[in-house]
């Protein structure tokens, strides 16, 4: 009986050897007698009990590791803290077991070295313009000499740039003088247009009003036209008539004069006008001019009848 027991357990302790599981998104180093020997990947695999050992063990996924914060001095010899994280992925698990002895310590150093170098070469206020600059120069550095370590580095992010409190506060100084500018300037822009909108709408109102009063001109000008116009035709039409009722008037006497006793009515009506006619002109003066002969009525009334006749023939 104890003899199957132990025969058990060594089968378990081989079948522990030789099966391994290896998870997604994981590399297994193997070596066999202290030498590289594959690699193992997801899945099932068989290993030669007590020879093949699992020497590294590597996660293939996306690695944050963060860079401690370091102190670089830029091109204006002013401090700047700075914080950064790398993102990195291995992709050859045999060089990143031999390739290094410690990759992840390489590449944190790399990140600090070149770091400081490329804020050596700018100016303060470039530190904080050109951040995406600075990540890419880091990036670049680092995946050309991590290539030989089976690591990609995909990107590198500054988590904060902290300059002395000096420098903190003439900064925000600054930042609160070139708003102020800019609020004074804003003001003043709107007052200039301000006074633009004010000058153009009074130019405006002083065109619409000249318009105005064109158009009043106009119309009063056409007005004064059609009424002369309308006066016109009214004394035209009044001189019209006027001559028509005195031809047709004549006309009358003129048939009257034909009729039996026409004439003698013609020397009755003269006689009468000119007795008052003198009549007339003794009310409205003193002096009268008259003719030498004025008592003569019979021959003046004879002098009318004879141009009647005259006119008559």
Known sequence: ??????????ALIFAAKTLKVVPQQTAMIIERVGRY?????PGLNFLMPFIDRIAYRHDLREIPL????????????????VDGIIYFQITDPQLASYGSSNYV?????????????????????????????????????LDEAAANWGVKVLRYEIKDLTPPKEILHSMQAQITAEREKRALIAASEGRKQEQINIATGQRESSIQRSEGEKQAMINASEG??????????????SIKLVARATAEAIHMVAQTIRQPGGM??????????????FANIAKE????????????????????MNVVKQQNS
């Open 285 to 304: 003066g003193n002096t009268m001019l008259l003719p030498t002969n004025a008592a003569d009525v019979a021959g003046i009334v004879a002098t009318a």
């Open 66 to 81: 963060d860079v401690p914060s370091q102190i670089c001095i830029t091109r204006d010899n002013t401090q700047l803290q």
């Open 224 to 237: 004064d036209k059609q009424a002369a116009i309308n006066r016109a035709e009214g004394e035209s039409e």
């Open 105 to 141: 310590i390489a590449i944190t150093q790399l990140a600090q070295t070149t770091l400081r170098s490329i804020i050596g070469r700018m100016e303060l206020d470039k530190t904080f313009e050109e951040r995406d600059h600075i990540n890419g120069g880091v990036v670049a550095a």
């Open 37 to 41: 020997h594959r690699t193992l990947n």
């Open 264 to 277: 003698e009515a013609v020397n009755l009506k003269v006689a009468e006008q000119y007795i008052g006619a």
């Open 1 to 10: 009986m104890s003899v199957t027991i132990v025969l058990f357990v060594v």
